[in-house]
């Protein structure tokens, strides 16, 4: 079993900056790719950005330049910089990460409220 741990979501300001932490803690072998999604009220969720092992990342089209997503040394804590934010940015923001123990597994936070006012 894995949890995953939120921190960092808030109150901010257009134009202001927030950052989101996520770690991981439990039973696995390793973490491969962890990264964020976001669901705004009323909408799907969506695909913020990813991080791989080798440190690769991807960006949502609607985030890249603002956002930042990148990982600790030991791996299992990932963190999203988000300057410049948008009143379109609020949403609940979502971690996962793939685990690995016997078998690949996707484990998901909690969520964090994020809201950006105008």
């Known amino acids: 079993q894995v949890q995953l741990v939120e921190s960092g979501g808030g109150l901010v300001q257009a134009g202001g900056s927030l950052r989101l932490s996520c770690a991981a803690s439990?039973?696995?072998?390793?973490?491969?790719?962890m990264g964020w999604y976001r669901q705004a009220s009323g909408k799907q969720r969506e695909r913020v950005a990813d991080i791989s092992t080798d440190v690769t990342t991807n960006y949502a089209d609607s985030v890249k330049g603002r956002f930042t997503i990148s990982r600790d040394n030991a791996g299992n804590t990932v963190y999203l910089q988000m300057n410049s934010l948008k009143p379109e940015d609020t949403a609940v923001y979502y971690c996962?990460?793939?685990?690995?123990?016997?078998?690949?597994?996707?484990?998901w936070g909690q969520g964090t409220q994020v809201t950006v006012s105008s």
């Open positions: 996962y990460c793939d685990a690995v123990a016997r078998v690949i597994y996707r484990y």
């Open positions: 439990g039973s696995f072998s390793s973490i491969n790719t």
